[in-house]
C-alpha cells in the first residue's frame, strides 16, 4: 500500500487529492518527455508484476544489441539496488531509484533521475517501474512508449483482471516462452483474444531472456519507434 495513491483506495486518500496529485504528475511528465525529446533518448516504460521476468529482458536486449545502441536503465524498486546492478553488469548504464513504501515510479522520481549524467547521451531509456501491475499504470513518466512484460506462469487471464494496464500499453512481451512445454494448459488464443478485448490496438510479441527466442523482434519494435514508420499490430509468435 503506497501513501500517494492509496491504491485507488479514496478512504485512504481522497479522490480530489488524488487527482491534483496526477495532474502535478503529468506536468512533470510532459517536461521529462521534452527533456527526453531534446536529448534524442526513447524512453520506454517497462511494467509488469513482480518477477515477470522484466530485468531478464534488459539483460537480454543488452546481450543482443552487443553495443550496437547505446543503453541506459532506471529501474525502480521499494528496495535493494540489485536490478541495477545486474544491468550494469549487461552492459547498461543506470540509475537506481528506490521508492521505500511507493508501489509505482512516479514524474518527479524519474526527473530526478534523469539529470544524472548516464541518460542524456543514450539512444534508449529503459525505465523499469516496480513490479505491480496495477498503480504504475495511471503514472505518466514522459515515456514514448509503454510496455507490459506479462509471463506464461500469470495466466492468459491477466488483461481481463488488470485491464487499465494493458489497456494504456502500446506493447505486451509475452516472457519467458522457453517454459511453455511445461505448461500444457496454457492457451496462446485465449492471451490474444483478452489482450484484443482490452488493449485499443493489440500488439504483443513472445520472448524467452533464456534462449533468446523473439528478443530480435523486440529489437526490431524498438528501433521502430526511432523512424516514422507507424508500428505493426497483431501478434507474432517466433519461428
Ligand atoms: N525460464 C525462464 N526464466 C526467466 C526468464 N526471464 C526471467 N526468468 C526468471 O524469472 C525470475 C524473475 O526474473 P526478473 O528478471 O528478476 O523479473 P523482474 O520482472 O525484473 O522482477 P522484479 O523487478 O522483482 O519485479 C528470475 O528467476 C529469472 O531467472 C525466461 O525467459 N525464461
Ligand atoms: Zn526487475
Ligand atoms: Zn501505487
Ligand atoms: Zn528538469
Request: proline letters at 5%.
Amino acid at each position: 500500500m503506497c501513501d500517494d495513491c492509496g491504491c485507488g483506495d479514496t478512504r485512504i486518500v481522497p479522490l480530489e487529492l488524488h487527482e491534483r496529485l496526477l495532474a502535478g504528475n503529468d506536468r512533470t511528465a510532459a517536461h521529462n518527455r521534452e527533456h527526453l525529446r531534446s536529448h534524442g533518448v526513447v524512453a520506454i516504460n517497462l511494467m509488469g508484476s513482480p518477477g515477470a521476468g522484466k530485468t531478464a529482458l534488459l539483460e537480454a536486449t543488452a546481450r543482443n544489441f552487443k553495443g550496437r545502441e547505446r543503453l541506459a536503465a532506471i529501474t525502480g524498486d521499494l528496495e535493494t539496488e540489485r536490478d541495477a546492478d545486474r544491468v550494469r553488469a549487461a552492459g547498461i548504464r543506470a540509475g537506481a531509484i528506490t521508492t521505500g513504501s511507493a508501489c509505482h515510479l512516479d514524474a518527479e522520481m524519474v526527473h530526478h533521475a534523469l539529470h544524472g549524467d548516464f541518460v542524456h547521451d543514450a539512444d534508449y531509456l529503459f525505465i523499469e517501474n516496480v513490479g505491480n501491475l496495477v498503480c504504475p499504470a495511471i503514472y505518466d513518466l514522459g515515456q514514448q512508449a509503454s510496455v507490459v512484460a506479462l509471463s506464461v506462469t500469470e495466466g492468459e487471464d491477466k488483461p481481463l483482471k488488470y485491464p487499465v494496464m494493458f489497456r494504456n500499453a502500446d506493447l505486451v512481451v509475452v516472457t519467458k516462452i522457453d517454459l511453455l512445454p511445461a505448461l500444457p494448459e496454457y492457451d496462446l488464443a485465449a492471451l490474444e483474444q483478452a489482450l484484443a478485448a482490452v488493449m485499443p490496438v493489440p500488439r504483443v510479441l513472445y520472448v524467452s531472456a533464456k534462449t533468446g527466442r523473439g528478443i530480435d523482434s523486440w529489437m526490431s519494435w524498438m528501433q521502430r519507434l526511432r523512424s516514422p514508420q507507424p508500428l505493426e499490430t497483431g501478434a507474432t509468435m517466433p519461428g
